[in-house]
């Protein structure tokens, strides 16, 4: 997939400070979605589908970038305060829950295996407990 000029323009904010994409998935952050973009995303990407927020991993931080039309919104969570990632509804929908101090944020992905690659790299980063 080409990365839109929007997209762009926030890596290479990121990759200035330091911090190379290791990951890039389509993704919306539940809380700031609307319904209509919920819907899109079940119904799967199309080629003419819209796509204004990304989830960019890199490994000292997970960040959602929002694209706007005049300014760019990255919301920034250091990787050492993630305590868990895990399935909302395994098997039913596309959206894993990121546990952070606490709390935790919904991820939609509008891709089922964009999610289960995000989970799986974010599983093989935890420390295994014995």
Do not use: C
């Amino acid at each position: 997939m080409e990365t839109p000029k929007k997209l762009r323009r926030a890596l290479k904010k990121l990759k200035a400070e330091g911090e190379e994409p290791l990951l890039i998935f389509p993704a919306l952050l539940e809380r700031y979605a609307t319904q209509q973009m919920l819907a899109m995303t079940r119904i799967g990407m199309g080629d003419d589908q819209k796509i204004f927020s990304w989830l960019v991993v890199t490994r000292k931080n997970v960040h959602f970038v929002r694209t706007g039309i005049m300014w760019d919104r990255v919301q920034t969570v250091p990787m050492d305060k993630i305590e868990d990632v895990e399935y909302v509804q395994e098997f039913h929908n596309n959206t894993l829950r990121l546990k952070v101090g606490g709390a935790s944020e919904n991820i939609v992905f509008y891709e089922d295996l964009d999610g289960i690659r995000f989970y799986q790299y974010m599983k093989n980063l935890q420390p295994k407990e014995s």
